[in-house]
C-alpha cells in the first residue's frame, strides 16, 4: 500500500524486498517478520511463475500467518514507469549530486539519487557507478 492506493493485492509465491540490511526473499510459511525497507526494488513472482517489478521508495513490510503487508510512502510497478523519464531524472540526479553544496543539499540529491536509480533498476535497466 502507498498514502494513495493499493498497488498490489493478490496471492504470490515469492517477492524479493530491499531491506536497510540488504535483500531478502521471502516465501510461505516465512516466520514473522516486521522489517524496514530501504529505496529500491520489490520483485514478485504470481502464482503462474511470471515476475513483475516494483521501484519502492522506503517503507515497511510485516509478515505474519502467510500474510504481507507493506506500507511505502511511494510505488511505480516497472509497466507504469516511463523509459525515456526515468533516464533523464537518473542523469540530472547524478549531477546534482555533484553540484550539491552542504550537507543539506547532499542528503537530498544522495535520496533523488537513489529513488531515480530505484526506477532505472525495476525496468532491469543495468547502472554503472
Same mark, same amino acid.
Given at each position: 500500500?502507498?498514502?494513495?492506493?493499493? *498497488?498490489?493485492?493478490?496471492? &504470490?509465491?515469492?517477492? &524479493?524486498?530491499?531491506?536497510?540490511?540488504?535483500?531478502?526473499?521471502?516465501?510461505?510459511?516465512?516466520?514473522?517478520?516486521?522489517?524496514?525497507?530501504?529505496?529500491?526494488? *520489490?520483485?514478485?513472482?504470481?502464482?503462474?511463475?511470471?515476475?513483475?517489478?516494483?521501484?519502492?521508495?522506503?517503507?515497511?513490510?510485516?509478515?505474519?500467518?502467510?500474510?504481507?503487508?507493506?506500507? *511505502?510512502?511511494?510505488?511505480?510497478?516497472?509497466?507504469?514507469?516511463?523509459?525515456?523519464?526515468?533516464?533523464?531524472?537518473?542523469?540530472?540526479?547524478?549531477?546534482? &549530486?555533484?553540484?550539491?553544496?552542504?550537507?543539506?543539499?547532499?542528503?537530498?540529491?544522495?535520496?533523488?539519487?537513489?529513488?531515480?536509480?530505484?526506477?532505472?533498476?525495476?525496468?532491469?535497466?543495468?547502472?554503472?557507478?
Amino acid at each position: 500500500m502507498a498514502p494513495n492506493r493499493i *498497488v498490489w493485492n493478490s496471492e &504470490i509465491q515469492e517477492i &524479493i524486498l530491499s531491506t536497510n540490511s540488504g535483500q531478502i526473499g521471502i516465501l510461505s510459511n516465512h516466520a514473522p517478520l516486521l522489517t524496514a525497507l530501504d529505496i529500491g526494488i *520489490v520483485k514478485i513472482r504470481t502464482k503462474e511463475q511470471q515476475w513483475s517489478t516494483m521501484a519502492l521508495m522506503g517503507g515497511f513490510a510485516m509478515i505474519e500467518n502467510n500474510q504481507m503487508t507493506i506500507l *511505502v510512502n511511494e510505488a511505480e510497478k516497472a509497466t507504469e514507469i516511463d523509459y525515456q523519464e526515468a533516464q533523464e531524472t537518473f542523469q540530472k540526479a547524478k549531477l546534482n &549530486i555533484v553540484q550539491a553544496e552542504g550537507k543539506k543539499q547532499t542528503i537530498e540529491a544522495n535520496l533523488a539519487f537513489e529513488r531515480a536509480k530505484a526506477r532505472l533498476e525495476a525496468l532491469n535497466v543495468n547502472i554503472s557507478p
